[in-house]
């Protein structure tokens, strides 16, 4: 069985600080790991994924993060928080590459304060 | 280009009442799923078509019904709604063993049940 947990349900920053969203997996295979951001009232977008590859992982408007197996983390950074990055964020593991029968954590709301 | 496309966007139903939620996807996806999302839940699976004729339940499948009889659509039954169902529900497709592709996620369908 898959788990996801993601510490901090909401998370709290300044325009131009660093965005960091803490995400911990679980998993008896080896996982396949992903970021999505949904922004009010809208579905959801994809913003990076881990498939075994390249362990630092970049994605879309800035933002990265690193698959570290001895902490079964996979935390997502933004260096420069921006207004518009206010939204929820959720982390999502899957057995599967293309992140079918996705198990997510419970979510992050980031707050950008100016 | 459609994407994933779900209907309707709001919906109020009565306690006992039925209804279908429609999700259609014009990218020949062989994977479709539906997900629900709560508060401080994430999204948990309910349930999930590896393709036209194939069914199965994900995590949270009672009190709902699903059948997939061609590629493009995947509707998700509520056969006698209750107020544990009130929740916004999302579709999501996929290739099923194309490698680096990703999930795509309708914009929802948020249901009411008083």
């Known amino acids: 069985a898959q788990s996801v947990t993601q510490l901090g349900s909401h998370v709290s920053v300044s325009e131009g600080a660093l965005v960091l969203l803490r995400c911990n997996y679980s998993?008896?295979?080896?996982?396949?790991l992903f970021w999505y951001v949904q922004y009010p009232n809208q579905g959801l977008q994809l913003l990076l994924k881990?498939?075994?590859?390249?362990?630092l992982v970049k994605g879309i408007n800035g933002f990265e993060a690193e698959f570290k197996k001895s902490e079964t983390s996979f935390h997502l950074t933004k260096p420069s928080a921006h207004m518009s990055d206010a939204a929820e964020y959720f982390c999502?593991?899957?057995?599967?590459?293309?992140?079918?029968?996705?198990?997510f954590g419970e979510g992050t709301q980031l707050t950008v304060n100016p | 280009n459609a994407g994933v496309t779900q209907t309707p966007k709001f919906q109020v139903l009565k306690t006992g009442q039925s209804m279908t939620l429609q999700c259609a996807q014009d990218?020949?996806?062989?994977?479709m799923s539906w997900y629900r999302q709560d508060p401080g839940m994430g999204l948990r699976l309910i349930h999930y078509?590896?393709?036209?004729?194939?069914?199965d339940q994900g995590e949270v499948p009672n009190g709902y019904n699903v059948s997939r009889s061609t590629t493009e659509d995947f509707p998700l039954r509520l056969l006698s709604a209750a107020p544990s169902q009130t929740s916004v529900y999302f579709c999501?497709?996929?290739?099923?063993?194309?490698?680096?592709?990703?999930?795509?996620f309708g914009q929802g369908t948020r249901l009411t049940v008083v």
């Open positions: 999501a497709s996929s290739y099923r063993q194309i490698m680096n592709t990703e999930a795509f």
């Open positions: 998993s008896s295979v080896p996982p396949y």
């Open positions: 881990y498939t075994s590859a390249a362990t």
């Open positions: 999502a593991v899957s057995e599967e590459t293309s992140g079918s029968r996705l198990t």
């Open positions: 990218m020949n996806h062989e994977y």
């Open positions: 078509s590896v393709g036209a004729g194939i069914t």
